[in-house]
């Protein structure tokens, strides 16, 4: 239950009544003697109630009520007011305020108000967690694109991480889009307008190692000239992005560790220690644990990246995700060159479904633009071993399953309709494909 109050009012006595009698009631109470110092430190998205008096020097309670409900017209301000003033705090009530109390009013009459308040404001900021959820989750969907059940489960792992200061380590193989699940966990938390650095541990010499990450003084080295600030001191207060951690030079390991502990570094030739505020997305094909035992990764840091680990599926092994993302990243190539992307046949789209994807999204992002330049796909060959007549007609089932639910915003009966399917058929193909109707409900 929501128990911040904040009291505004010029006299002195009427303040230290209102806070004992609230403070006694188990509220937390903020007193303010103007309105001006109210609006001066008013705690963004206050998650309380306002209670000002109507007759003040400077900004009167009229005036507080209008500056307030520009910012949150959805908070509650209950008007104290003098036995002239009612028509007046009628008048504001139809204007937004909550409530208004007559002076001299008793403690009971303040505390019901102040309660029926509360409680509407305990829902208001519940619907709004809710909308912003659906919005979340929808915009997440357009960037993670997929409907297959591990990808559904890997979006709601982001939407749950996101906003949590935690550093998470990312598993999957080259081209599963690890790089883009990290800048979903940057861009949906609360870092998001902060600075998010990425970096290929793999991709810069070790020599140039330390200057990267740590930066250096003027004259630190060889060649040094000028004092450069390293990526993790200009990424403070937002997401540094380390790809092929697995990579990293174990004396720069070392000094990682450090920076993690202690959330301070130091440039390179310098003597002073920097303060930083950083959360750290690593990166990683193999086991960090396995290159910890055979000697190649430091174990202790291995813990410190790994608070929460997500897994980032293969293609081939969600392969009812492979059509949206083709038509996806085919529509896209096309828009960006001034054209129309070529229909998918039949033959072409099993060829998609049979392909092993060794370089996962990234290949099939290559194959899309290739065809929407209408150079076809030579670069694809089926596997071998690739999937059985039996898991490519599983697939495209499921797909189109998914493609019914989405176009008809899980509504079943037009599911039903669209499909051709009775009702207990449709139900045991969702269960046996492990969707769910509500992730469609809009």
């Not at 109390?101 to 309660?115: A, D, V």
């Not at 998001?192 to 990425?198: E, I, L, R, S, W």
């Not at 993302?325 to 046949?345: I, N, T």
């Not at 599983?394 to 309709?417: D, P, S, Y």
Request: net charge negative; aromatic share 4%; proline share 5%.
């Amino acid at each position: 239950m929501l128990n911040s109050v904040i009291v505004v009012d010029d006299e002195a006595s009427i303040r230290t009544a209102v806070e004992q009698w609230l403070s006694l009631s188990g509220f937390s109470v903020q007193l303010f003697a103007c309105a001006e110092d109210c609006l001066a430190q008013l705690p963004a998205h206050f998650a309380g109630v306002v209670i000002s008096d109507v007759r003040m020097p400077g900004m009167g309670g009229l005036q507080l009520l209008e500056r307030l409900q520009l910012d949150d017209p959805d908070l509650p301000v209950i008007l104290l007011t003098g036995h002239g003033d009612v028509p007046m705090a009628v008048e504001a009530m139809r204007s937004g305020a909550y409530d208004f109390l007559e002076k001299p009013f008793t403690p009971q009459h303040l505390l019901g108000s102040l309660r029926r308040a509360l409680e509407k404001r305990q829902l208001v900021l519940e619907n709004r967690r809710l909308h912003e959820q659906a919005d979340l989750k929808s915009r997440l969907e357009t960037t993670l694109l997929g409907m297959s059940q591990g990808l559904q489960q890997l979006r709601r792992q982001v939407l749950d991480l996101a906003s949590l200061p935690v550093n998470v380590l990312l598993r999957g193989e080259t081209g599963s889009g690890k790089e883009r699940v990290a800048r979903c966990l940057h861009d949906f938390g609360p870092r998001a307008d902060k600075p998010f650095v990425a970096l290929n541990c793999a991709a810069i010499p070790e020599s140039l190692f330390e200057a990267e990450l740590f930066g250096h003084e003027s004259g630190a080295f060889t060649g040094a000239q000028g004092k450069r600030i390293g990526k993790l001191e200009y990424a403070n207060g937002g997401t540094v992005f380390l790809d092929e951690i697995e990579s990293m030079p174990l004396a720069q390991q070392a000094k990682l560790l450090r920076v993690i502990q202690e959330q301070k570094l130091e440039r390179l030739g310098a003597n002073q220690s920097i303060s930083v505020d950083l959360r750290i997305i690593a990166a990683t094909k193999p086991d960090l644990l396995e290159e910890a035992r055979a000697g190649r990764f430091r174990e202790d840091l291995a813990y410190r990246l790994n608070v929460a680990e997500l897994r980032l599926a293969p293609l081939r092994d969600r392969r009812e995700d492979i059509p949206l993302l083709f038509e996806h990243f085919a529509q896209s190539a096309a828009a960006r060159l001034g054209r129309a992307a070529p229909p998918l046949s039949g033959p072409q789209l099993s060829q998609l479904l049979c392909h092993d994807w060794p370089g996962n999204v990234r290949e099939l992002a290559n194959a899309a633009e290739r065809h929407a330049l209408g150079l076809g796909s030579p670069n694809i060959e089926v596997a071998p071993a690739g999937p059985s007549l039996v898991e490519q007609m599983e697939a495209f089932e499921a797909q189109c399953l998914r493609a019914a639910l989405r176009q008809h915003a899980g509504e079943i009966k037009a599911v039903m309709q669209t499909l051709q399917l009775p009702r207990r058929t449709l139900n045991e193909k969702m269960q046996r494909h492990g969707i769910v109707r509500e992730d469609f409900v809009q």
